[in-house]
């Protein structure tokens, strides 16, 4: 090979320095596999050239899996681990709300001792309305285990109490008049506004009592 100045050169040195170039432009070439000239694949690790490429480190061993969720707990399962463990005096007041709706449903009065006049005619949907009422509040207070439903427990007695009694006297003062004469009894207090005057005192006698018996949670 001749030069610009007219000197030659021998091939061997012109091989040298175009090595030299590729050396040179291959020291910025990103990590991995080339082709050759030759046809073959050489590694470049972005300093040198190897015939192999480097051995990856091994993966991570990953941790145990985590473990599966909790199966989803049914409406009745929750409501009896809500309900286990709760005092005697909690089913009375319960057996006593109950009480209270059926006396809502019963008869209030009987005429001539032959009718039956049914609670729902009047005030017996407020005596069904309180005794719901009042399991809600029972409800409440087995779940979060406070005080304050049971005071609202106590109130719903108290209401059916005054409510049954006024209703009672008003049933007596009407149910009574004079007939050929004689003073007959036309209407009486019947079973059911009993049973809702019964049940509303056993309610809040024993809603007072889960008031007293209230362990706050450590």
């Known amino acids: 090979m001749e030069r610009s100045d007219g000197e030659r050169t021998s091939p061997l040195a012109d091989e040298s320095v175009e090595t030299a170039v590729k050396d040179e432009r291959s020291s910025t070439a990103a990590p991995g596999w080339y082709q050759q000239p030759d046809g073959s694949q050489r590694y470049w690790d972005g300093q040198f050239w190897d015939a192999q490429p480097p051995v990856p480190p091994p993966p991570a ?7 599966p969720p909790p199966p989803s707990q049914s409406p009745v399962a929750g409501a009896q681990s809500v309900l286990s463990g709760q005092p005697g005096v909690f089913w009375l007041a319960a057996l006593s709300a109950l009480l209270l709706i059926v006396g809502g449903f019963g008869p209030w009065a009987t005429a001539l001792n032959l009718v039956n006049v049914s609670g729902t005619h009047g005030d017996g949907w407020f005596a069904i309305g309180l005794g719901v009422f009042a399991l809600v ?63 509303s005192i056993a309610l809040a006698v024993l809603g007072f009592v889960l008031v007293r018996s209230y362990e706050p949670a450590e």
């Open 61 to 67: 061993q990953a941790g145990p899996p985590p473990p």
């Open 137 to 199: 509040m029972l409800w409440l207070r087995a779940q979060r285990g406070t005080r304050g439903p049971v005071w609202w427990l106590v109130a719903a007695g108290v209401g059916g109490a005054i409510l049954g009694f006024a209703d009672r006297a008003d049933i007596a003062s009407k149910g009574s008049g004079d007939l050929f004469g004689e003073h007959v009894t036309l209407v009486k207090p019947a079973w059911g506004i009993y049973m809702v005057i019964v049940a």
